[in-house]
């Protein structure tokens, strides 16, 4: 990929036809350390999140080796650009066919569960391996979360003690995990999601080897600033502290779009405008699904080759270039007032979902990757100063200096 200082000086430089995705692959890099240095257990990155190979080769030379996968193509995409790491399959709906090719072409051994049939099937398609590894997932309160979850995967609590012993009875090692929501913005979601594991763990009579807390862990958008992310790492580390029969466990979670949701924007032209609605070259079925179905804030600028752009600013909405009407981006988002055709948009923080949702329906889809070096939204792994007043001076203390945490495995 060709790499600009700017999207701006991409825009100054050349014609810009089609959308144009920037990436940026230190913002990976850097947050893939961050979670290594700093939570207290393995980090498997969510695949799903984004599956490009260039955030698999990323996260891989930021020494993440383990990874959540979710079908065969992603165990594919992982075995070729990151080679050598570990796999845990934790989608809890699997076809045998995926079980059986997990298993003997690609070595994995660790494999999701919410109810009795899916054991069986892992079970019966690895013709009862001993050197297994089941996750029972378990079904959470998803409230503190922007984008719930819920309804879809994870064992009920009235049927989870039984699923709990029966997996135990045929796994070599045995873990639950669960799922507090995307985008989660109370680290207390946490600590209330691994009391209820504890109880379910205790009620089910068994020893787990790993609680897998799963993703969650939140970008920050426009008008939604979570939490540092320290205070949700220290949410999990004291709850996992006080979690009951846990004295030879190990601790997971799942990161996705915390890791990946700064890495990218999209780069899309203006083709007319009508009033306030804006028809842009990109749009729900490309890279803006969330922004036209989830309702999500997304950052906005403007990039003009003259850098004419008026001060004063007008609430716009968006129309994406297929002829479907559901193509439809409500916003509002805050852009110049003189905005016209031609002109360069850029939606920022689109890493987590924007490419992997993106389809080619209409024929539109056709996209292109430069790199950039800038990162003009804030960001959840940068230090945040304190500023304070001293002597009439701004003192500043950057208090979230990266330390690495002790991981918190329990066996010997």
Request: charged content about 25%; overall charge negative; hydrophobic content about 45%.
């Amino acid at each position: 990929m060709h790499t600009y200082h700017t999207p701006l000086d991409l825009v100054r430089s050349r014609h810009v036809e089609s959308p144009v995705v920037c990436v940026r692959p230190d913002r990976v890099a850097e947050a893939g350390r961050w979670f290594q240095d700093n939570f207290p257990g393995e980090v498997l990155y969510a695949v799903k999140a984004n599956p490009a190979p260039w955030i698999l080769q990323a996260l891989h030379k930021a020494d993440t080796r383990f990874f959540d996968v979710a079908s065969i193509p992603e165990i594919q995409l992982v075995a070729e650009h990151c080679p050598g790491s570990r796999m845990a399959f934790l989608h809890p709906v699997k076809s045998r066919e995926s079980i059986r090719r997990a298993y003997y072409e690609f070595g994995v051994r660790i494999f999701a569960l919410d109810c009795e049939a899916e054991l069986a099937k892992i079970l019966e398609e690895t013709n009862h391996a001993d050197d297994v590894t089941l996750i029972v997932r378990l079904a959470v309160s998803n409230d503190g979360a922007m984008f719930s979850l819920a309804g879809k995967f994870g064992v009920p609590a009235y049927e989870a003690a039984e699923l709990i012993r029966t997996a135990r009875a045929h796994a070599f090692e045995l873990g639950v995990s669960f799922h507090v929501g995307s985008q989660c913005m109370q680290p207390s979601a946490y600590r209330s999601a691994m009391m209820e594991a504890s109880r379910l763990i205790v009620q089910a009579g068994v020893t787990v080897d790993i609680v897998d807390v799963g993703g969650g862990f939140p970008s920050i958008y426009p008008g939604m600033q979570p939490p540092p992310m320290d205070d949700y790492v220290a949410a999990i580390e004291d709850a996992f502290e006080e979690m009951m029969v846990l004295e030879n466990a190990d601790l997971w979670c799942e990161p996705g779009r915390a890791l990946v949701a700064e890495a990218e924007s999209v780069l899309t032209r203006v083709e007319l405008r009508k009033g306030d609605a804006l028809y842009l070259n990109d749009g729900a079925y490309g890279r803006l699904f969330d922004a036209a179905h989830a309702k999500w804030p997304f950052p906005v600028r403007l990039h003009r080759p003259r850098g004419d752009i008026g001060e004063q600013t007008a609430s716009f909405r968006f129309f994406g270039p297929t002829c479907d009407s559901l193509d439809a981006i409500p916003g509002p988002f805050e852009l110049p007032a003189d905005i016209r055709e031609g002109d360069v948009i850029e939606i920022g923080m689109l890493g987590a979902y924007g490419t992997a949702l993106a389809t080619d329906f209409n024929g539109f889809g056709t996209i292109e990757r430069v790199a950039v070096e800038d990162m003009p939204w804030p960001s959840m792994f940068e230090a945040q100063p304190d500023l304070a007043e001293d002597d009439g001076a701004t003192v500043i203390n950057f208090a979230r200096a990266r330390r690495r945490r002790p991981r918190l495995k329990r066996r010997a």
